[in-house]
């Protein structure tokens, strides 16, 4: 049973528009939420994080959206430049936020 | 800068053999991950540890073992490679309290088994 889940493999985007990347959960006892991203050949980094008494947190071109009752979050970057070329996974952490549960992942593409 | 030092970039080895993934990290964290990457599937836990001698399965143990003898450092074995363990295998710390940041990935493992 998947309890992140990101339902889109791949998203392209051109550069300078908005890329916005969506996670669903299952679990209702996540405490927080985290997003990474990863580079090829690279471990994952972290990016933005949001608790889940909050529904927006802000980090330069970075946001994430956090929709509770639709068990939903989103990220989104403005402007996207060719650097955000990445995987970005979505995660949901326990109250002790020391165990992660992972979504698959989102492979975006900023084309020039 | 902190880190987490993954022994080895790229291993090929053959099957049936035993391979053995050295990780460590230098932030004094309780807690130490072994995940594996596979393309369409994200990320999935294999074995975690939050203490010295301490070891937790994750969701796919199958095939693998872990040893942890010094906080700083997390082992991951398999027994017996085979072929469809071929994966990304990347290890990861955390406090025991977690936080906002999560965990410090290292750079990773690519095995391939033939």
């Known amino acids: 049973d998947q309890q992140v889940k990101q339902n889109s493999p791949s998203l392209s985007v051109q550069e300078g528009r908005i890329s916005i990347l969506n996670c669903d959960y299952t679990?209702?006892?996540?405490?927080?939420f985290l997003w990474y991203k990863k580079y090829p050949a690279e471990g994952p980094t972290f990016l933005i994080s949001?608790?889940?008494?909050?529904d927006k947190n802000e980090d330069g071109r970075f946001t994430v959206f956090l929709n509770k009752s639709a068990k939903h979050l989103s990220l989104h970057i403005v402007p996207s430049q060719p650097g955000d070329s990445a995987v970005y996974f979505c995660?949901?952490?326990?109250?002790?936020?020391?165990?992660?549960?992972f979504g698959g992942g989102t492979r975006l593409m900023v084309k020039p | 800068d902190v880190k987490v030092t993954q022994s080895s970039r790229y291993l090929v080895k053959r099957t049936g053999e035993k391979v053995f993934l050295e990780c460590v990290q230098d932030?004094?964290?309780?807690?130490m991950f072994w995940y594996r990457q596979d393309p369409g599937l994200g990320l999935r836990l294999i074995y975690f540890?939050?203490?010295?001698?301490?070891?937790e399965k994750g969701d796919i143990p199958e095939g693998y073992s872990v040893s942890r003898e010094k906080k700083e450092r997390f082992s991951l074995i398999l027994e017996s490679a085979s072929t469809n363990q071929t994966s990304m295998y990347l290890c990861?710390?955390?406090?025991?309290?977690?936080?906002?940041?999560?965990?410090?990935f290292g750079s990773g493992t690519r095995l391939t088994v033939v």
């Open positions: 990861a710390s955390s406090f025991q309290t977690g936080g906002m940041g999560g965990y410090t």
């Open positions: 679990n209702s006892m996540f405490d927080y």
């Open positions: 949001i608790s889940s008494i909050k």
């Open positions: 995660a949901g952490a326990n109250n002790a936020g020391n165990m992660l549960t």
């Open positions: 932030m004094d964290h309780e807690n």
């Open positions: 540890s939050y203490d010295v001698k301490m070891k």
